[in-house]
Structures are given as structure tokens and as C-alpha cells.
């Protein structure tokens, strides 16, 4: 009962908050934690910016900057994408705040994490240099998905170039991606870590144990409730000052918003999904995936949405479905040693399943500059995916459907 009564005391005292910096344009916006920003409710995911040019890339983001928009996540190193972004924002630099990740660097035409602190510097000059811009707000340490890397990270030559990065002022906060609430938790409570971006949705949170979506079996019985150990972050984090934002807010792919696909065997629309997230008073932004200016609209809608649009409870009291080991084209998996971009293949074989083929779906796979037919069965990829996906198999899928 006490930690109900908190969640309801700090909740209205968040919705006093947010309802005084309501803009004109109608966003509603959140504390960043304790670092002094203001976010909106809603933000940009970065990867739909590879699909675009750019000048398709300075409409969006201008679309998007004008209703209000002011956070974006870049995690993606893949040059096209920063280059992209850095355009878009040309003359409007201080109108976004930019959460970017440290320790992503492109190799030969593939994504890479790495805590090697030549390449973690390489990279991170990158992004400065293709966003035009001497600092970011907020700097991101790259997906930490398990104690034992978290732990790894205290003391180490990568965790001493961040903080370092912070004294010049290249970073302003210093925060981390995870996927794991036990790992989530650890890095609220090491007192150095001010912004946590966190995999959330109605789905995620019925996980046991502070477990990970990809884990074997980890989605195969949901829990009823929360999981204590994402209980224990979400209010740690809220009552001391941490801001959390959002990543897989529709489930990784939209897999949430399709009765098919979702774990829950029930569809969420985008308006429940991200009303879901933002109840919890800790959170400060949604990062949604942006991939035109279709998606950007439907997104926005939120602006408009009715209190009946975005009551998820009823959807929530639905039976839990059995699902895991799906892709939500996180590049974990990269490089490839025949260089095929396996995360594309999987989104482009994923939208053929679901849609049904079209000339656009096969235009975009013939662009790509290795296929999934090339694909040997090395397995490197299957020791670096941490969701679990049958990637061989996959690309077997993907060749039968497309042809090679």
C-alpha cells in the first residue's frame, strides 16, 4: 500500500508538473530527471533516417520540430544516418535536444558496439562532426545488458573516456541504454548515471526476474502484474531524479500494435501504448521509430488523442499470449562476415509476412548490397544476437520469399 500510495502521490505531482509547460503547439512536457531539460512526451527514433534523402529528412524533422518534438536518439552509427540528422537540423541545432550514443562506430558498411576506447573516440567524433555540433546533451554508454557488463564498465578505460567527455563539455549528462531492469536498477543506484533509456510496454513489463525479451523461455510466461524488479527501478528512478526514456514502446517493430505478432495476443494502438509508458512518473519521453511522414502523423495523433483513445486498461486485462526470439532490428547481430545487413532483411521479410509482397518491399530488398541467399550458417551472428533469433533460419525465409 506504500508503494502504491507513493506512485499515485509523486504521479500527480508529475501531472501538476508537466500540465505548466504545456506549449502551444498542445506537446506536453517532462523534467529530464534532475538535469534541467524539458522533453516532450513524444520523440524521434533515428533509424527511419537511412531510409530517407536529405532533403526528405529536413521535411520530417521540420514537421516534427514545429508540434513540438525536442528529443532525439541516435544510436545508429551508419553515416548516412547522422549525415542525415546533421542536415535536417541545420539552423535549428538548439531547438533539439540529442541523446547520442558513445561506444557505436560503422565498420565496413555494418553497425558495431565496441568499448575499445580508440574506436569508442573515432566514433563519437563521427557524430559530432556529421551533426554539425560541438556537444550533445545527453551521452549515452550503448546497451549494458548484464550485470556482468555493468560491472565491467566500473573502472574501466571506456567509463574513464565518458566521464572525461563530460569534463570537456562534449556531453552535458552521461546515461546508459539497457534492456535489463536488474541492470537498469544498478545504474540508478551507482550516483553517476543521470538519464537511463530503458525497453518498456505492457508486454515487457510482465517479464520475471528482471529478465531481458530475448532470453530462452522469457517470454513464454508473462506474469499477471509488473515485475517487482521494474517496480523497484520505476520508483527509484522517480524519487531520485532520474529521467528514463522510452525505447520498444510498441514492442520492438510494432509487434505490439498487431494481435498477430504481439506478445499479448491482444493489438495496443500507438495512443494506449505510449500512455502506458507515460503513466509511470518516472518517464520522461516516448523515443518512437520514425520512418516517413506517414508514421510521423500517426505518431503526432497523440497530440490529439481523447482520454478513451488512450485508456489501455481494458486491453491490458487480456489474456497473455506465448511469443519470443523476435527481431526488433537492433544491429546486435553485426557485422556479418558476408556483410549482409541482417536486421534490414529481417524488417523487410517481416513487413512481406505480415502485408503480403509488394514492388516497393522487393525494390528496397534489390537495393541492398548483399542478400540473405549469401548467408553460410557461420553463426557469429548467433552469438552476439541477445533476442534469441534463429538469424540462419531467417535468412533462409527471407531468400524463399524475395528469390535469393
Request: proline letters at 4%; charged letters at 25%; a negative charge.
Amino acid at each position: 500500500m506504500r508503494k502504491i500510495c507513493l506512485w499515485v502521490a509523486i504521479a500527480m505531482a508529475t501531472a501538476v508538473a508537466s500540465c505548466t509547460h504545456k506549449a502551444e503547439n498542445s506537446m506536453t512536457y517532462r523534467p529530464l530527471g534532475n538535469t534541467g531539460l524539458m522533453v516532450s512526451e513524444v520523440s524521434i527514433g533515428c533509424g527511419g533516417f537511412e531510409k530517407l534523402d536529405s532533403a526528405q529528412s529536413a521535411e520530417l524533422m521540420a514537421v516534427a520540430l514545429d508540434s513540438g518534438m525536442n528529443y532525439i536518439d541516435i544510436y545508429d552509427a551508419n553515416p548516412k544516418v547522422r549525415s542525415n540528422i546533421g542536415y535536417a537540423l541545420r539552423g535549428r541545432r538548439d531547438e533539439m535536444i540529442i541523446q547520442g550514443h558513445i561506444g557505436t562506430v560503422w565498420v565496413n558498411g555494418q553497425h558495431k558496439r565496441t568499448r575499445d576506447v580508440e574506436e569508442t573516440r573515432a566514433g563519437f567524433e563521427d557524430l559530432l562532426q556529421r551533426l554539425g555540433t560541438d556537444h550533445i546533451e545527453v551521452g549515452m554508454i550503448h546497451i549494458t545488458d548484464s550485470p556482468a557488463e555493468w560491472q565491467e564498465l566500473e573502472g574501466s578505460p571506456y567509463l574513464d573516456y565518458v566521464k572525461q567527455l563530460k569534463k570537456e563539455g562534449k556531453i552535458k549528462h552521461i546515461g546508459v541504454s539497457s534492456h535489463n531492469a536488474e541492470v537498469a536498477l544498478m545504474a540508478a543506484k551507482s550516483g553517476w548515471i543521470e538519464v537511463i533509456m530503458f525497453s518498456l510496454n505492457p508486454a515487457f513489463d510482465r517479464l520475471r526476474g528482471g529478465a531481458i525479451p530475448w532470453e530462452e523461455g522469457a517470454m513464454d510466461n508473462l506474469q499477471a502484474g509488473i515485475d517487482p524488479v521494474r517496480v523497484e527501478f520505476y520508483d527509484y528512478c522517480a524519487t531520485h531524479g532520474i529521467g528514463v526514456t522510452v525505447m520498444k514502446t510498441f514492442g520492438g517493430g510494432g509487434r505490439l500494435l498487431d494481435a498477430k505478432q504481439s506478445p499479448l495476443g491482444v493489438a495496443y494502438t500507438p495512443e494506449q501504448c505510449i500512455a502506458y509508458c507515460l503513466a509511470k512518473p518516472c518517464i520522461s519521453t516516448c523515443i518512437l521509430g520514425i520512418d516517413n511522414m506517414d508514421e510521423l502523423m500517426t505518431d503526432l495523433h497523440w497530440l490529439q488523442a481523447t482520454d478513451a483513445e488512450k485508456d489501455y486498461t481494458t486491453v491490458g486485462k487480456r489474456e497473455v499470449a506465448k511469443a519470443g526470439g523476435d527481431c526488433t532490428y537492433c544491429n546486435h547481430c553485426s557485422p556479418c562476415p558476408q556483410g549482409i545487413p541482417i536486421a534490414r532483411v529481417n524488417e523487410l521479410l517481416d513487413k512481406a509476412e505480415r502485408d503480403g509482397m509488394s514492388e516497393e518491399l522487393r525494390a528496397q530488398y534489390d537495393a541492398l548490397s548483399h542478400h540473405a541467399s549469401e548467408c553460410t550458417h557461420c553463426g557469429s551472428c548467433l552469438t552476439r544476437c541477445p533476442f534469441g533469433v534463429d538469424v540462419p533460419r531467417r535468412m533462409d525465409d527471407a531468400a524463399k520469399q524475395f528469390g535469393y
